[in-house]
């Protein structure tokens, strides 16, 4: 139980980060943390919720996944340990981990209180430092979870907004659901429901595919590919097709079989 | 003992972290490396002293903070090692420690002369590689600083001059010190130094508080907050502070209790 | 056998590089994963080897180097596993072990085949995660590199093209073979044989040199050093020379021993 991740918006330039990890080998020098990102966008709960279904399940068994994208951090927002199957994940409840309450199993659910598991100051503006790093230390090292709080229900737990995905018998009507930094443009339209052939359009341009690997289109009209996230993404050999497109999260698109 | 962090402005695009990793790891595969950030604007002494100043005391005591913000290297600045109460810090004796010096109780002040504990082949632009690193890995071995060099005196050490923080009887004068990555301007007032209600000014624009949380604010205006660093924080919700008034480091504000 | 680092352009805010660690710690809880970076410009070759090859030889012998850099992911070009006398490097045969290629003593060379050494599932776009990274956490273990396939003749390695590196009585034609994040322009011309006193031209700006550290400049003209990576540089103290002279990979310059 002593793998931790990190994702969170606290970004590479400001000693946030480092300082989760200070806090977390003060409490369990035997810790082993590893970065998923410190990347995201500030304060955008989609992104981070992206990031973490395509990222948590490759961790060992029991592995801690810390996600700390709190925008509502000091307000009235609940801190959370979401004990699943597998895996635990500490955060704030506001939709970050939306993916993981819809498709895992829950075992349980707990209300972070018991402040003698956090730093013994508490800040306004830094629960990352102050109370989840803590939680996620002590978990760590074995200490039971109901240790740090009372459970609360399921239902309690907030979910982001469904992106639309629609299929029709010969069409599907979709949205981007991330962009990544190659300009990859990920739609939320499962691998597993396409067939081969395909026509698609998304902000005026048309793409094609399914093509077997990036190298099997040009270098100049968008393709559609299999994603390595299990989703179709549309891209452009050796550019960068989110740019070329002005292609951002939550765009529509549409594919019809060919 | 073997906790080391790293303080640099190497970046994450170069390999020259990753390096001095390898150059500690290939002394003492035991050694535990935690970044702190290795995005500190190339050769900003000031904010590489802030970073460290907000982030040394959260890692386990006896961790060896390595701190590697150079514009000097090669040239007469010393290379040191610094003795506290309860840490480390390594690097070049060019104010990166002010607030070390200013705040810690200093056991030792080492210049590290002795080359037998170095890299074989010192160059004249990286001894964050081929003379800190090494030292840090040595000295998380155990070995006894006294071994890396002589004791110098306290009083060779350089610190950066203060920025102003002026108390009146209702008044405060003082300036920025830092602008995190989400655009939060924080000041050098000491949280514990402020009442509960204030208003103030910066770059000709007004700002107030303090408010209890981040989302204790509207979207539009300029508000203060006591921040996670100790010191008094000047923010927009959902937004970047800094770049709306153009903030930036040393820029002077007032501020009086209402 | 349980150093592992990591050489990619999955950048720092995907979640690639983080799901490669996970993976690779799913097989192998005790390996030691280092990042060199996962910076390197997209599908960037020649990055890619410079980077990796002023880094390589500082960590502890036996480390696994995974550079994954891999614009035909999915096509025919080659998995490899290259064994040298001191290390192994794992990745696409693209160009990206040009330097390890033409330097190292190579002990064998495996093409991946074994199917049963990788994630169950392979993606077309994600090799790194499905192929190399299980490979390098195998091959910590202390697997023999024979299970991964079969051995192949040094001969079908890629390279990539040589720079121009041209020495005559008293001058040299070179080229920039790296920019680093200062903006100090790394030459293709080994420190080894310059002389100390040199004048050179680079996109019309002319520099001069050598000079013993970066502060024994002016911050006004373009000076010449040994670099720290084996190579000359051009620099401008406490600027960055790169954006002043618009310089870039592969452009020339001319150096004349004075």
Request: with cysteine.
């Amino acid at each position: 139980m002593s793998f931790i991740t990190l994702t969170t918006d606290f970004g590479s330039r400001d000693p946030f980060a480092g300082i989760l990890k200070g806090v977390i080998y003060s409490i369990n020098p035997n810790a082993k943390i590893t970065d998923i990102t410190n990347d995201v966008s500030p304060q955008n709960i989609q992104q981070a919720n992206f990031i973490l279904k395509t990222s948590y399940r490759f961790f060992p068994k029991n592995s801690i996944h810390l996600c700390v994208v709190d925008p509502g951090v000091g307000s009235a927002r609940k801190p959370l340990l979401i004990e699943t199957s597998d895996y635990f994940f500490i955060g704030p409840n506001n939709g970050i981990f939306s993916t993981i309450i819809e498709t895992e199993n829950i075992k349980q659910v707990i209300e972070l209180t018991e402040k003698k598991y956090w730093l013994p100051e508490v800040s306004q503006t830094f629960h990352g430092r102050d109370i989840f790093a803590p939680i996620a230390a002590f978990l760590s090292q074995g200490k039971n979870p109901k240790h740090f709080g009372n459970q609360i229900n399921v239902n309690e737990l907030i979910t982001l907004p469904k992106l639309e995905m629609r299929q029709n018998k010969n069409t599907i009507a979709a949205q981007v659901q991330f962009i990544d930094h190659f300009g990859n443009i990920i739609t939320n339209i499962p691998n597993d429901i396409l067939f081969d052939s395909i026509k698609g359009t998304i902000n005026n341009h048309n793409f094609d595919g399914l093509v077997q690997s990036f190298s099997g289109s040009n270098d100049k009209n968008l393709s559609a590919i299999k994603g390595s996230s299990g989703y179709m993404e549309i891209f452009i050999r050796n550019g960068n097709a989110a740019h070329t497109i002005n292609a951002k999260f939550g765009d529509k698109l549409t594919v019809s079989f060919v």
